[in-house]
Structures are given as C-alpha cells and as structure tokens.
C-alpha cells in the first residue's frame, strides 16, 4: 500500500485529557479517532490490526466447535432488560422499542429454544463477533473502558455439568491460545476454578497494564493470579519454642488504630489481635485477625457460607460489650457470640487485644489458653510479600485489565429460566449454559498498552497493519526511487504487506511517522541506493543494519520466521 | 463440522406471510430467523456464506486501493440528518442525541477534513463494511428491504473530475467483478454514464430476480439494461410513398382515451398524435407523442434541460384551448405554446389528432404540412420489442434488486460543502466526493434468489457454506460409519470444508435437509460401504453416481477444479 493512497493522520501534538499514554500513542499514530464520549473510529492501521485479531480469534473458535451467528443489533426485549440503565434505548416510527446489543444470553436462549429440544443435540455452541453497546457514565482510558465496542460473545448449553465443565476448559484453553499468538502478556484468574468450588464465580483473563481498575495479586515466579477475594493466603508459620506470659490488662488511652496502639505499646502490629463484630445472617459473630491483616468480606462470607455479611453497628457492639468497638476483643466474650479468626491468628504468640473495656486492652494473650476460636480459616487479604498460594514465589500486585470472562452459569435472565430441553428419560430440564466473553476492543488496548514507547507503538510482527515499512529518503533520485520501486514489487510477491512511503515529506517527518506506526521492520532507501545497500531498523530494538539489496529476501525471511 | 455440534434449524412448514419464495428456502434451510419486523438473525450456514462475499469484497476493494475503516454506529451528527425520517433516533441518560447509522458522507468528510488539506493527499478512498439502519415502514422480501442490513459504503475524495471518473471506473469494475466472482446474474444500469452526460445520476447495479420494485429494461442479445428514464428510444424509420390525403376534421363524441377514438375511427393507435400540456419551468408546451406511447418526466425534464414539470391543470388547458384536454391538438395552437414531440411523432403519416374543439378531431393529420413542432426528442418510455439503444436485440422488461450505487456526487451533505483542500495554486477547493455503495445484506438475498429451486437452495461452489455434504445411512453400522469416519478425516486433510451428517436420523430426513441445505456435492455412505463404494449426488444438477473410495479425491479435485 501507497502511504499516500491511505489515511494516517498522525498527530504531533497530544491531545488533551487523555488518561493512558497507549490511547495517546494510538491517537498520534493515526489508529484511532474520537467521535463522541468513548466512541471511535477505527482508522485502516486499527481495521488491519483488528482484522489479524479478528482472525485469530475465529480460528481458535472453530477448534472447539464453536459456530459463528449474527444477532440483530436493535433487539426488541424490553421485558428482560429492565432495570440495566447502561442499555441506549431506540424506538421506531411505529413506537416499538429496543435495545442495542449488550448482553444476549436472553436473544441467544430464545434463538434455540424450540429448535434444540433434544439431549441428542447438546451440547452446542453459539457465538457472534459484533458491535456492542453500554451507555457507561464515565467512559475512561479510550478503547478499555468505551461505549461502542467490538466483542466476541459465546453461549454454550449443556445437558449436564460434566459436559458445561468441559466446554468451560476449552474455553479457557482458546482464550489462553489466543493471548497467546497474540503475544499479549496476560494472567488467567481460575483461582476459583481450580478448587472446583467456584462455578457461579467468573473466570477471568486480566492483561497486566499500568492503566486499569482491577488490581491483581499475582505470583513473581509462576503463572498464579487472583483478585483479592479469590487469592488464598497461606497458613503462617508456628513460631515453637516461645514462653508463654501471663496475661496482663493495660490501659491504652484513646487509642483507636492498630499503629497507635503498636507504638504505645512497642509491639509489632503482627501481635495484635483485631477484632470485628460481624452480623452474618443474623447471627454476631466476632471476626479476629491480625493487626497487619484486613478482612476481606467476599472470603468471609463464602467462608461462612453466609447470604448476608454486615458490620455490626455501634449500637449493636455497645448493646453487647459496653465497650467501645476499638476495645473490644475475644477474651471473656458475651454469651453467644461466636467467634471466628483467620488463621494467622492461630500463631500469635503473647499478642494485644481489646479488653472488652474501653481504652483497655489486654497484652501477652495466647489464643486458645486465652480464649477459645469456634474456626480458624482463611479470611484476610492476602499481601505483597505473602508466599504465592501454589507454592511458586511471593504475591505482588498489579493494575490490569479485564480482557475476557468463562462463566458456568444458570437462569441469568427471564428467557433462559424457562428454556430447556426433554433428557434421556424423556423429561425436560432446564439448559446448563455457559456464557464466554471477550472484549476485543479493549484487547486492542490492551496489546497497544504492552506495546508501545516513548516515540510510538512497537507491534510484534503477527500483529504489525504491515509487515514493512518502506521509505525513500529522495523520490526525486532516480536510483533511490528505482530501488524503492523495486524492493516494492519484489516483496509484494513474497507475500509481504508493505507500507511504502511515497510521499513528498522530509525524511525526519517519514522516520517520525515510522516510530510512531511502529512497523517491525523499516527499510530506508537512501543515498547508499548507488551502492545497493538498504538501511533496516527494527522498531523493537532500534538496533538499524545495511543489507545488500540482494540479501534483502533471504534476511527478511529469516527475520518473520525467527 | 459435524452436524450434531452446529445450528441449522430445518423447517418444513413454509411460516405464513412470506413475500418471496427464496426468503423462505432461506428461513426453511436454515440459514436466517425473523427477529422482529425486518429484523433478522444470521445463522451458522448464513454467516459462511457472508464470509465467503465479505472476503471476494475486501480483495477487490483492496485492489483498487480502498481502505477500509469502521466508524461508529452511534452517530452524533444530528443537525447534518434533519428531515430523515428512516433514521434510528437514540439518546443516551446523559441526554445527548445519536442516530443509528446509515449513510455517512458526512462522517466520513468530517473524518478527513483537516488530515487531508492538500491536493497531494487526492484522490483517497475510504470504505467500510458495517450494519446499516433504516427504519423504513414496510420491510419486505425478507433481506431484500431489510432495516438492519450489512452495507459496504465507500468514499472517495478528489481533486479533479478527471481522477473522480477515473475511481467511479474502479468502482464499476470492482463491482462487476465481485458479482462475476460470485456466480450473480446482474446488469449494470449505466446508460447514462456512457453518454457522459449523468453524472449526477446513479450508476446502479442490479440483480434480475422475480421479486424486487425494481422494473429494468434490458436487451436480450447483450450486457444492456436501464432504467425507464434512462433507456433511449431509438427513432422511428421513415415510411416512404405514402400519399399524404387532406386533413379533415370529425366529431368523435365523448371519447376521452386512445383506445376508443382508435375503435372508432377504425385506425391504429399508432396512427394517433396524443397532446399533453404541460407546465414546464412556468412556460406553456404542448408535447407530442404517438397514442402507443407513454411520455417519460424525467426524460422530458432532462431534455428541456428544466427544474420544474408539472402537467397544466384543467383550468390552464381550458384558459388556454377552450376545449377539453382530450380534445387538444397542435394543430392551429394557441399564441405562445411551444410544441415539443417525441421523435417517433415524426414518422406518422395521416394521423388523428385533437382539433382543439371539444369532441371534434382531426383525420389525416401530417407533421411538418399541418403543424410545426419546435424539436423533436426523445421523450418516452422505451417499450418490450422496441430495439435495444445499443443495436444488439430487442428490449425486455425484468425485475430486479438494487444490489449497489456507484455516484459522482459534491456537497450532498452540509458537512462536505464546507470541505476541501489546497489546489495546486494554494488556493481553497471543494472536495469532489464519489460515494460507493453495495448492500451485502441484499446481496445475500439476490443470491438466494438466483439459487434455489423447490427443493432447496442450491449453491455455486464458491458461496456454499461447505464444500461436501457427507450422510451416513445408518451411524450404527460399523462398516458405513468407518468408511464416514475416514472419508472425513481424508477430505478435511485436503482441505474441504465438510458438513458430516451424523445426527441420529431417518436417511429421508437427512437427504430432504442436504437438498434445502443446498450444499454443492451430497456425499452419501449406505449399504455399498462394504464394496468401498459410495454415493454422490450434485445438487445443481441432481445427477447421482457411484465412487469407489479410493477414487473420491480425484474426481472431487475435478469437480472443484472445473
């Protein structure tokens, strides 16, 4: 392609308001354009970017049977989108109203249903590429968190759970495939997965990134990833061989934080004890850990295989204890409260805890001497440092963003509740259905954040729009524009998609344009034309070489099968 | 694929309210589903087949230097739409006003603006393959007049008329390609550009089809086809040796249409001079055609070179004539009425026409002896057995479906008249715009319609959804399903796309699905397994014979090779 016959406007100047350099980057190198609130235009350097995704993507679909349909866009199932205030709505001149695409388990559902009636024709496997829409208030860092976006959304049904576990790891395995060739740096969040407990919990795929809201534990020497409440944190050592003290009351005045009370009384926060009172359906429950840990809820509630978790009020802590809720702790606790501790609580030895008295606390405590724990579990956040739950290195964080989730599902919505099928005794049963997403506007985002620096994108070559970019430093010269013409037509029949700057610009205008394109290989024609010798430049390294032009194949080749 | 894992819901009911037969091959095969008033949804046999158009699309756009983009389908270009009444109106909770898109001059001129400034930047072309919106009042023939329909738009931009007529050319070739590559029976309505006179009129392309609102003219011994406006009527040949008799007048009561004064005066209606008044750019002419003929507006428009035409209203006639309009002539006219005739008036020879006296005519009227005409055109509609305008055969009438529109246009839009680049002189020019467009959807349709018969749909190789229909008459035998089995794996190493029957179901139910199917070649392992020998049926021609298994590669490879 003739740069000149094709559109890339790239810009010098950076926007303003632009919250993510790799949105930046993708707006100065003629990729993108803004057309309203977190709505774009992709432009031909983004549409042949999209296109190599795209292909990718339905490869890896077709090898585990997926086949592909093409719902309408305006659907009209009002009934079952009530309540979503992110749907845009649309009526027509009849005044019937719809929805734009969103989600489509509902359409997907209804589509089969009647047609796939039998055990004999499950399971199967339905998935559209398209335009979705979500009225988001705060768009936010471009194409990651846009209201107009491109995604691959696939529904699988299912007569049992063996089959819809099955389909589920294929997916995962796609996914995982198609990241992968991408060669996106990515981690599979299947924490929950693994255990097999989790099947009404989404398994996701985050793309590590400096932009983002998902903030990700993750092992610095395996592939483990976790959010926060999936992320297991490990028992602590027993610490042997230490003297128990006795239990001694002190008064700690008018201290309410773990580092107050740390430093009055010259203890590491690992000794004390923090206690909350927790309504769990109902019931209180006083949840310990240690004064370096934070509860996390979502664990504590799963834990306790509880439908409700709430703070206890101070009413509520004061009715109880008369004490105020800093102060409070587990020893000599009221009647019927239950008490409950993370693990790492378990290996506390002559630690702090509330007194039940306010401004007292109790120092030199030893769990069970002390007082007595209904269950140790897993309860806190795990922490930067923390052993990484599969055994592999330590726990550290990072921002990412979410890509794509597999999730084991039933009933979502009104249509599929009553959608089924008559099994092998001839009865009919509810579908099983799995919903598998992935977002492939932000997963443009997501590979332009891993793939960029300070002076424009640096695409790996399965993703480059070109897999050259050829410049002439002089079209006016007659051997320098020879040559050009030359390499042009020579590599176009080795199959190479080539970017050929023609235009009349001065050469640093072509060499800045280049970087910020971000080809993998640029290939200067130059004065050294005279001598057959080619400048090249591998934007990944900016290491630059001469080849001879008669070399320029045999080099090329060994580059793109490297 | 095996059929079991895929979506093609068969019916056998024709569902009720189907304006055309293909729509319902389609609906009955399989390959589409109503979602709501012309809103449908593609299913797995559909989608291939739009893969396999979309694909032959991007290759020949890409050969003609187009570069594909995608723009929102969330328009915020509300001012530029007003008086739409097909638009989709959306609004977001913020309150902000979008269309759906639909056609997007304008979208794509904004695009550009300020990017392309020079003229050194012309001519660029810029297409995309989207959904389109219209929220047209009655849909119809299924895709045919659809409201939510894959479109490919194209723009391009130019400098000069020279480089715009030259891409308009592209277009028409890439065009006729795609239809050719496709298997399309088509014509290309371009009368008028040939005559380089109608640049501002659409070079259409359409697909002969018995349903459509689209009335063609065409020849039946070449390539020529146009619109009624646009189809020239070739000039009458002059009969010679005729004596011309004295012109007289006659009473012919309360006759009023050609067919009654013909009986009457026992001539034919060729031999009647019909005069209509008309009111053309404000002034008064009278215009002649033969009683067989019909006065085409737009010709006459087109020929007078005028804005406004407007038929005289009864009370102008009267002013004028003191006669009923049935009774004028031009013969003796009234001061000041310009007298214009379709050429073939010029050839009658002892014609009737009215006297200006209500009820009275003149017999024996001649042209040129008996009344002036100020010029003769070429006024009327263009007849079936008339000549065609290009020498070869005669004229036939046909429906068809308006598959794309190729049109040399400026400032069709407010956006684009303000539009344009530096000349080569440094000076502010208008962009001229060509606008490209083909509807995919429609074409689809117009496809189905060309391949189907009361079986099925019947696809040409290159469209099919798969290569090979492969049935197993009885999956439970293990010599049939082994030799099923093999053929499968052997052929897909070959690289055919094949659908393997392997449902659970009567032979008859399997073979009545193939036919509606339409797949090119019917591959059927039965009883003769056992001698390796297998059936094979061509859809296209429903001819049947026997392969040996060992010969199946090769007479595949010269079927698909033919």
Redesign the interface.
């Known amino acids: 392609?003739?740069q000149?016959?094709?559109?890339i406007?790239t810009m010098r100047q950076t926007p303003a308001d632009i919250d993510a350099t790799s949105h930046q980057m993708l707006l100065n190198a003629g990729y993108i354009?803004t057309?309203?609130?977190g709505?774009?235009?992709?432009?031909?350097l983004?549409?042949?970017v999209?296109h190599k995704i795209e292909n990718v993507i339905r490869e890896e679909m077709e090898k585990i049977?997926a086949?592909?349909?093409?719902?309408?866009?305006?659907?009209?199932w009002g009934e079952s989108f009530i309540g979503d205030?992110n749907l845009?709505?649309?009526?027509?001149?009849?005044g019937?109203h719809?929805v734009?695409r969103s989600m489509d388990e509902d359409?997907v559902t209804a589509?089969?249903q009647g047609?796939?009636d039998s055990y004999?024709?499950l399971?199967?496997?339905?998935y559209q590429m398209q335009?979705q829409?979500r009225?988001i208030?705060r768009p936010k860092y471009g194409l990651v968190h846009s209201?107009?976006m491109l995604t691959i959304d696939a529904y699988s049904f299912h007569a049992d759970k063996k089959s819809l576990h099955e389909v589920c790891e294929h997916f995962i395995q796609a996914y995982s495939t198609i990241f992968t060739r991408l060669g996106l740096h990515y981690r599979l969040l299947n924490a929950q997965w693994k255990k097999g407990e989790g099947t009404d919990s989404p398994i996701e795929f985050i793309a590590m990134s400096s932009i983002g809201d998902d903030m990700i534990a993750y092992s610095d020497s395996s592939s483990y990833a976790a959010r926060l409440e999936w992320a297991e944190a490990m028992p602590m050592e027993q610490q042997n061989e230490i003297r128990l003290k006795d239990m001694e009351k002190v008064e700690t005045p008018a201290m309410h934080t773990v580092q107050e009370v740390a430093e009055y009384l010259h203890v590491q926060p690992t000794l004390i004890i923090k206690t909350l009172l927790y309504a769990i359906d109902g019931e209180m429950v006083a949840v310990l850990c240690r004064g370096d840990h934070e509860i996390n809820e979502a664990k504590l509630k799963r834990q306790m295989n509880a439908q409700q978790v709430n703070v206890a009020s101070l009413e509520e802590v004061q009715n109880l204890f008369s004490a105020d809720p800093g102060s409070i702790g587990p020893v000599k606790l009221p009647v019927g409260v239950k008490v409950v501790a993370d693990q790492a609580v378990g290996s506390v030895v002559n630690g702090v805890c509330g007194a039940n008295e306010t401004d007292y606390r109790w120092i030199h405590v030893n769990p069970e001497r002390d007082f007595a724990v209904d269950s140790y579990m897993d309860l806190r956040n795990i922490q930067a440092g923390d052993p990484s739950p599969d055994g592999m290195g330590m726990i550290r964080f990072a921002k990412g963003i979410r890509l794509g989730q597999i999730l084991e599902s039933t009933a979502q919505s009104k249509a599929s509740v009553t959608a089924g099928f008559q099994n092998t005794e001839g009865e009919f049963q509810q579908f099983l259905i799995g919903s598998h997403h992935l977002n492939v506007s932000k997963l443009l985002a997501a590979l332009a954040e891993q793939f960029y620096d300070e002076d424009g994108m640096k695409w790996p070559r399965q993703l480059a729009p070109f897999d050259i970019h050829l410049i002439t430093i002089n079209g006016e010269d007659e051997i320098q524009h020879q040559l050009s013409e030359d390499l042009y037509h020579l590599l176009r029949s080795y199959r190479y998609d080539i970017l050929y700057d023609d235009?009349?610009e001065r050469p640093d205008v072509k060499f800045t344009d280049a970087d910020l394109i971000g080809i993998p290989v640029r290939m200067t024609v130059g004065k050294k034309a005279s001598e057959g010798i080619i400048e090249i430049k591998f934007r990944e390294t900016g290491e630059t070489v001469e080849w001879q032009k008669e070399e320029v194949t045999e080099k090329l080749q060994s580059f793109y099968n490297a």
Do not use: G
């Open positions: 392609m003739k000149s016959r094709t559109f406007p354009r057309n309203a609130s709505i774009y235009t992709f432009l031909p983004a549409q042949k999209m049977e086949v592909e349909i093409m719902l309408p866009i305006l659907q009209q205030a845009f709505n649309v009526s027509d001149q009849q019937r719809y734009l359409s589509l089969i047609d796939v004999k024709q399971p199967i496997i339905l335009k829409f009225d208030q209201r107009e235009r009349q």
